[in-house]
């Protein structure tokens, strides 16, 4: 029988990251977790790594090749330290991706996500008109054609069978993976005001039917709240994360206060 986590203790943060963009752009949002004592991990994403293979047709994966690599990395960093508390923060896709594992059987201790959505194209503006072409046309006629979704089109070089998961996604609002029921385990859910990518609407959608209401803590981080010379861009708040982690490290001693 394992030790019981230590909840006193600095968590392991596992940071999965958005669609398309490589654990290198995580840099400064490790380095601001590091900054408070805590530990930090970015996850690869596949095909979007220095020197990693990227889609093309016969190189394909999914979302759920995508969700074990959360999964192996959430084990192997309890076989490492099974009494450091582990903290999921997933940016957009990687959310998702967060959101999938925490309803399985082997979860974190908490998670974060930020601008992260079930992207059902009825919670855009407009009904998500362009979400709607792109995921009712584009991805599926582009994936045939060349086996994979090629750049510069949105996700690309994305793999064939997680670009048309996504795009299924968006068509009818149900995700790639099971849902049960909701997350039990403390979860942040931080929507970047005017965010065209997780908009308002969706964002709140998926906070409302992913996670149980007693686990939720909700912050929208408004432009107000924006330093000067910073973001809260759907990208951009990763190259000044400070707002974000100093809201997340009080979000998470405030869940030791209730321990």
Same mark, same amino acid.
């Given at each position: 029988m394992?030790?019981?986590?230590?909840?006193?203790?600095?968590?392991?943060?596992l940071i999965?990251?958005?669609?398309a963009?490589?654990?290198?752009?995580?840099?400064l949002?490790? =380095?601001a977790l *590091?900054?408070? =004592?805590w530990?930090?991990?970015?996850?690869?994403? #596949?095909?979007?790594e220095?020197?990693?293979?990227?889609? #093309?047709?016969?190189?394909? +994966?999914?979302?759920?090749?995508?969700?074990?690599?959360?999964?192996?990395?959430?084990?192997d960093? #309890? #076989?490492?330290?099974?009494?450091?508390?582990?903290?999921?923060?997933?940016? /957009?896709?990687? =959310?998702?991706? !967060?959101? !999938?594992?925490?309803?399985?059987?082997?979860?974190?201790?908490?998670?974060?996500?930020?601008?992260? /959505?079930?992207p059902?194209?009825r919670?855009?503006?407009?009904?998500?008109?362009?979400l709607?072409?792109?995921?009712?046309?584009?991805?599926?006629?582009? *994936?045939?054609?060349?086996?994979?979704l090629p !750049? %510069?089109l949105?996700g =690309? %070089?994305?793999?064939?069978?997680?670009?048309?998961? @996504?795009?299924?996604?968006?068509?009818?609002?149900?995700p790639?993976?099971p849902?049960?029921?909701?997350? *039990?385990?403390?979860t942040?859910?931080?929507?970047?005001?005017?965010?065209?990518?997780?908009p308002?609407? /969706?964002?709140?959608?998926?906070?409302?039917?992913?996670?149980?209401?007693?686990?939720?803590?909700? +912050?929208?981080?408004?432009?107000t709240?924006?330093?000067?010379?910073q973001?809260?861009?759907?990208i951009? @708040?990763?190259?000044?994360p400070?707002?974000?982690v100093?809201?997340?490290?009080? +979000? @998470?001693h405030?869940l030791?206060?209730?321990?």
């Amino acid at each position: 029988m394992p030790a019981p986590v230590d909840p006193a203790r600095p968590p392991l943060v596992l940071i999965a990251p958005a669609m398309a963009i490589g654990s290198g752009y995580y840099r400064l949002l490790a =380095g601001a977790l *590091t900054a408070r =004592g805590w530990q930090a991990r970015t996850l690869a994403r #596949r095909g979007f790594e220095p020197g990693s293979g990227r889609a #093309r047709r016969g190189v394909d +994966w999914s979302y759920d090749d995508e969700i074990a690599v959360v999964a192996d990395a959430v084990a192997d960093a #309890r #076989r490492e330290d099974p009494r450091r508390p582990v903290l999921l923060l997933g940016h /957009s896709l990687g =959310g998702q991706l !967060a959101l !999938a594992h925490q309803l399985g059987p082997d979860r974190a201790d908490a998670m974060v996500t930020v601008g992260t /959505s079930i992207p059902d194209r009825r919670h855009f503006p407009f009904r998500g008109v362009h979400l709607a072409a792109l995921a009712g046309a584009v991805v599926p006629t582009a *994936t045939a054609l060349c086996g994979h979704l090629p !750049a %510069p089109l949105f996700g =690309g %070089p994305g793999a064939a069978t997680m670009m048309r998961q @996504w795009a299924r996604m968006v068509r009818t609002g149900r995700p790639p993976f099971p849902v049960p029921g909701p997350v *039990t385990a403390p979860t942040l859910v931080v929507e970047l005001e005017d965010d065209r990518l997780a908009p308002r609407g /969706s964002v709140e959608v998926f906070a409302q039917q992913m996670v149980a209401p007693d686990a939720l803590t909700y +912050w929208r981080y408004r432009h107000t709240e924006v330093p000067a010379g910073q973001s809260n861009d759907h990208i951009g @708040w990763v190259r000044t994360p400070e707002p974000v982690v100093d809201r997340i490290a009080d +979000w @998470w001693h405030g869940l030791g206060a209730h321990r």
